[in-house]
Nanobody
Framework: QVQLVESGGDLVQAGGSLRLSCVVS????????MGWYRQAPGKQRELVAR???????NYADSAKGRFTISRDNAKNTVYLQMNSLKPEDTAVYYC?????????WGQGTQVTVSS
């Protein structure tokens, strides 16, 4: 079992920044991959950024150059630094983990970007 607890969502103006955090309930290095997803109202959940066990990262085209996924192994925490936020980034952001083919989700944190 893996528990994920997100935090850091907020209301921010366009052009602003936020850092989301996801605390993992076990040794983060034992997790195959972790990612941040988001779901806007009326839309499907989509991958924003992903980091593998080896530290390789992948980003959605919409996130490239603005968002950075990272992790602190000592704190068992994954971060999503979001810069130059746009109104279209408004969504509930979810942390996800994959362990032995099983997916785990956090409860989500709301990010709202005002124009």
């Amino acid at each position: 079992q893996v528990q994920l607890v997100e935090s850091g969502g907020d209301l921010v103006q366009a052009g602003g920044s936020l850092r989301l955090s996801c605390v993992v309930s076990r040794n983060i290095l034992s997790i195959d991959a972790m990612g941040w997803y988001r779901q806007a109202p009326g839309k499907q959940r989509e991958l924003v950024a992903r980091i593998s066990q080896s530290g390789n990262t992948n980003y959605a085209d919409s996130a490239k150059g603005r968002f950075t996924i990272s992790r602190d192994n000592a704190k068992n925490t994954v971060y999503l630094q979001m810069n130059s936020l746009k109104p279209e980034d408004t969504a509930v952001y979810y942390c996800a983990a994959s362990v032995d083919g099983i997916g785990y989700w956090g409860q989500g944190t709301q990010v709202t970007v005002s124009s």
